[in-house]
């Protein structure tokens, strides 16, 4: 099948302060192969919890997680490093940390296959100096030390590490945001082209809504543990249905278009009744303080593509026309 990952009503809560939070709240979503998923919203959204419990580093409540055709949402140990591990990687945000700063940087990028015992010793040398010709740092390289790196320099090294074992998913975590916007648009090519190569499929989470519109082929917007949106980039840019996406791409308009929320994002720990946004949304009615709208699948009737989202209003906040060209990192 053409599903790599698919998430069904994922639950993930954690104890806090003697109550339980739900950081994950029902989240149901399924990524193609060679597609990418952008996941944005406010930190406190669940995004992170999403795609950590996407490639099991946490294990879901309930709900259950199937990777190409496996459900892996209990797999352990032998069976969960042959199933997902050996088929999904994971690039963070910061490369200075998530790469071990003892190591040079052909043992950084040969563990993966050693792990998984991958090929004689040869062939992993081989393979690594392939990659390190690929992210364009050149197998001499291999010697080095990650703080002999720059950070963009560094988290392409990152992504090399993912890439090690080919895998058919990679959960990316904010993995710009600490790099310089010149940088920042380096990586984002390097990831573009690599899935363009390899046909991967991409979880892309980050609160860079300019980023997000330009990578994703779907975007997925969580508030509060939630999906409240999900739909082509171009539908939720242009056309968004929930009035929380609708703030969110008028972001990306002349200040007097914007739309801003009241308040903040309130407390998993305490979440509002009925629909989670109604506290802060510009069109909430009385129905909206009691009754959670669920997310109602559609299709979109411009773009004719689906068009999913949770809202009893839909599409009665719309945004101005962009006044500009979009804004391209
Ligand atoms: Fe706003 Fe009501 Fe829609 Fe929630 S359900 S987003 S409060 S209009």
């Keep these: 099948s053409d599903v790599v990952l698919e998430l069904t009503d994922v639950v993930q809560t954690f104890a806090a302060k003697g109550t339980r939070i739900h950081a994950v709240n029902g989240v149901s979503l399924k990524i193609a192969r060679g597609e990418t998923v952008g996941l944005v919203g406010e930190s406190g959204s669940g995004k992170t919890t999403v795609g950590r419990t996407a490639l099991r580093l946490y294990t879901p409540t309930s709900g259950s ?15 969960l490093r042959r199933l997902l591990r050996r088929r999904s990687a994971m690039v963070f945000q910061n490369p200075s940390t998530s790469l071990n700063g ?18 004689t010793p040869a062939d992993r040398r081989k393979a690594v100096d392939e990659i390190l010709d690929r992210i364009g740092l050149g197998a001499a390289y291999a010697q080095r030390y990650p703080h002999e790196l720059s950070g963009g320099q560094r988290q392409r090294v990152g992504i090399a590490r993912a890439l090690m074992l080919d895998p058919s998913l990679i959960v990316a975590d904010e993995p710009t945001a600490s790099l310089d916007v010149s940088v920042q648009a380096q990586i984002v090519n390097l990831l573009e082209d690599i899935q363009a190569e390899r046909g991967l499929a991409y979880l892309f989470i ?9 990578i994703s082929h779907r975007i997925a917007v969580m508030y509060l543990g939630r999906i409240v949106e999900l739909g082509t980039s171009e539908d939720l840019f242009t056309r968004p249905q929930h009035p929380y996406t609708a703030s969110l791409a008028s972001m990306e308009l002349e200040p007097e278009h914007r739309i801003v929320p009241e308040g903040e994002l309130p407390s998993p720990a305490n979440p509002p009744t009925g629909c989670a946004f109604h506290q802060r949304c510009p069109i909430a009615r009385p129905q909206c303080a009691t009754d959670r709208p669920e997310l109602k699948e559609t299709t979109n009737p411009v773009s004719g593509q689906p068009h999913a989202f949770a809202c009893h209003f839909p599409g009665e906040l719309t945004i101005a026309a962009a006044s500009h060209t979009q804004h391209v990192v």
């Design 206 to 214: 980050t609160h860079d809504l300019a980023l997000v519109r330009r």
């Design 65 to 79: 997680i199937v990777f190409e055709g496996d459900d892996v949402s209990r797999a352990r140990g032998g069976r």
């Design 102 to 119: 003892y190591m040079r940087l052909g043992e950084i990028l040969r563990e993966p296959l050693d792990i998984h015992q991958v090929g």
